[in-house]
């Protein structure tokens, strides 16, 4: 079982960055995709980044394309987003998730694990 803990959310204003992080509990960290998915009051959870296991492997979401950068660290058991220029419809709550499949995914169905968020709110 996979406990993952997602923390940095806060009240920004448009424009600025943000950095999220999620702590991961398993020691085998290193054989999961990870993901950042979000989720606007009212909307369906959507996902919005990936990175493979050994992080040399991403995909993005046009609407974050350019703006946010995942990162991990396997020695520390972390994964990352680099939110910059953000904007009003970037707010929501922001999940960390993981999987193990062969290749990275898109869809909520897809994941094994998921953390329980964190609160990214953006004002104009």
């Known amino acids: 079982q996979v406990q993952l803990v997602e923390s940095g959310g806060g009240l920004v204003q448009a424009g600025d960055s943000l950095r999220l992080s999620c702590a991961a509990s398993?020691?085998?960290?290193?054989?999961?995709?990870m993901y950042w998915f979000r989720q606007a009051p009212g909307k369906e959870r959507d996902f919005v980044a990936a990175?493979?296991?050994?992080?040399?492997?991403?995909n993005y979401a046009d609407s974050v394309k350019g703006r946010f950068t995942i990162s991990r660290t396997n020695a520390k058991n972390m994964v990352y987003l680099q939110m910059n220029s953000l904007k009003p419809e970037d707010t929501a709550v922001y999940y960390c998730a993981a999987d193990r499949q062969f290749s990275l995914r898109t869809s909520t169905k897809d994941m094994d694990y998921w953390g329980k968020g964190t609160l990214v709110t953006v004002s104009s």
């Open positions: 990175i493979n296991r050994i992080g040399v492997g991403t």
């Open positions: 398993e020691r085998t960290f290193g054989t999961y995709n």
